[in-house]
């Protein structure tokens, strides 16, 4: 047993914006995601930023996101993009290359499959 509850005991703060920068940097270097990629401006800072504060509220941690933002729904911001599950796929698939990129045991990423999907899922809103 890895003596962690949440996924945010696993990372804190610091393993979440780890996560999210490889996560980013997956996404802006792999053709496989460039769909996704394209959905993003050049400069993927501010994305990065706000993903690691969602995360740390939804791991389990402070709502950074809520605290800046207010509103923690995640369809609103992603309505103008059409997102199927191609897209789905692709940002999970940036996931998984951000946790291996981080060294995640086996523990956390088995943690972590359900939820992601989940979420990754809700945001769809096309075939």
């Not at 207010?70 to 599950?85: D, F, L, Q, R």
Request: contains cysteine; negative net charge; charged residues 30%.
């Amino acid at each position: 047993m890895s003596g962690y509850n949440t996924p945010f005991e696993a990372l804190g703060e610091e393993g979440i914006r780890q996560l999210t920068n490889a996560f980013y940097d997956y996404m802006d270097s792999a053709p496989e995601v460039a769909s996704i990629r394209a959905m993003h401006g050049k400069d993927l800072t501010p994305m990065k930023e706000r993903l690691a504060d969602y995360l740390t509220g939804w791991m389990g941690g402070p709502q950074r996101y809520a605290e800046k933002y207010g509103s923690v729904c995640m369809t609103s911001p992603h309505k103008p993009y059409a997102i199927g599950t191609d897209e789905r796929d692709q940002w999970l698939l940036c996931m998984d290359k951000a946790l291996e990129q981080i060294g995640a045991d086996d523990e956390l990423k088995h943690m972590l499959k359900k939820p992601m999907f989940a979420i990754a899922d809700m945001i769809r809103n096309r075939e």
